[in-house]
């Protein structure tokens, strides 16, 4: 019964999308605050996002963290629903304010800016996780299930 709905398979659902994000996500947070995969660190991109993009400080400080720390605790599997939550709220972000004017990435150089399909394809993956949380196989698991008391 490969395909039998049970719990585990939810386990390994939500471990999957964890580790997926994660994966993704993490090179876009360590450009942004560690300046690592060619960005510009953290002093230029809130240069970026209060000089060019026009955003509050406070907000662009808040992107940052969402997508540096916020990768680092779905892998570990900790606060996955806050995170995840924090996650679909700025790729929603990205969207009304950037990437509105396309839906397919530009592959071909043919178009003035990139497509929503990424940042949907995150918002899709967060918001699965607001639902199912981190999981049997998430170390917020581990701390914080409720323990059966001794007989």
Known sequence: MLFKSSSANSDYGSLFLRLILAT???PHGA???LGWFNGFGFEGTMQYFT???G????IGFTVIIIEFFGPLALVLGLGVRIWAAGITAVMTGIIVTTFHDY???DWFGSQKLEGMEFFLLAIGIAVSLVFTGGGRYS???LLFRKRQPAL
Not at 55 to 58: E, K, M, S, Y
């Open 24 to 26: 993704v996500l993490f």
């Open 51 to 53: 000089g060019q993009v």
């Open 139 to 141: 170390l917020g698991h």
């Open 55 to 58: 955003l509050p400080w406070i």
């Open 103 to 105: 839906f397919f990435m």
């Open 31 to 33: 450009q942004k605050l």
